[in-house]
Structure formats: structure tokens, C-alpha cells
């Protein structure tokens, strides 16, 4: 895998047009930056350990609420999986296997958690 300017630069646009550039802290954003800078010079970066380090950054840069949701949702499923509700259940199987049900999931998860809820 080999990430080049372009590539790197389409990352950050779509990370300031979501605001997850506030995310990142301020090393990450100098370390990216400075890779965009390498990038242009030297035309696409190959070393494994910075397109390891760069990951977790495009990670963040790439978060939307669907994502996050397909995520939490995925991680309900593999619990629901793991419990005895599928062999109680046989309809859930065919429900877990739909993309819009783990979407589902996971913004139902999401509104539950106390992330959202008002300290009151």
C-alpha cells in the first residue's frame, strides 16, 4: 500500500469539511501535514510505519455518525451471537444479516449511551 499527496490531501478536505480535524491532537496534525509535504516532494509515501501511523489519523479523519453506528451495531451483533438469542430466536439470524438492522443497532446503542445524555 502506498498513499500519495492526492490522496492524503482528499483525506484532510473531507476531515475539515466533517470537523474531525478539531479531533485530532496537535502533533497528529503537524505529523500529517508534514507527510502531505513529504508526499508532494517525493510523490507517495511507502514506509509501513508511517502508513501505520497514518492510518489511525485517516481513522479519525474519516469518522461519520454512519460508521460509528455500522460499528457499534457490528459489535452488538457479535454479542448477540455469542448469547444463546439466535438459538432461542431463529428469526434474528436472518435480521443480523442486514446491513439496515446493524445500523439500527448501533443508533439505538448510540442514543442509549450515556454520551448523549444531558447531566441533569
Given at each position: 500500500m502506498m498513499l500519495d499527496f492526492d490522496i492524503l490531501?482528499?483525506?484532510?478536505?473531507?476531515?475539515?469539511?466533517?470537523?474531525?480535524?478539531?479531533?485530532?491532537s496537535p502533533i497528529q496534525r503537524g505529523f500529517y501535514k508534514?507527510?502531505?509535504v513529504y508526499a508532494k516532494?517525493?510523490?507517495?509515501?511507502?514506509?509501513?510505519?508511517?502508513?501505520?501511523?497514518?492510518?489511525?489519523?485517516?481513522?479519525?479523519?474519516?469518522?461519520s455518525p454512519k460508521i460509528l453506528a455500522l460499528r457499534v451495531g457490528l459489535n452488538r451483533v457479535f454479542r448477540i451471537l455469542s448469547s444463546r438469542t439466535v438459538?432461542?430466536?431463529?428469526?434474528?439470524?436472518?435480521w443480523i444479516s442486514d446491513w439496515?438492522?446493524?445500523?439500527?443497532?448501533?443508533?439505538?446503542s448510540l442514543g442509549d449511551s450515556t454520551l448523549f445524555r444531558s447531566s441533569s
Open positions: 490531501q482528499g483525506f484532510w478536505v473531507r476531515g475539515l469539511r466533517n470537523g474531525n480535524v478539531k479531533l485530532l508534514a507527510c502531505m516532494i517525493n510523490g507517495r509515501i511507502v514506509s509501513s510505519r508511517l502508513l501505520e501511523d497514518l492510518s489511525v489519523i485517516i481513522d479519525i479523519l474519516t469518522r438459538e432461542l430466536f431463529p428469526i434474528v439470524r436472518s439496515r438492522y446493524i445500523e439500527y443497532l448501533g443508533f439505538v
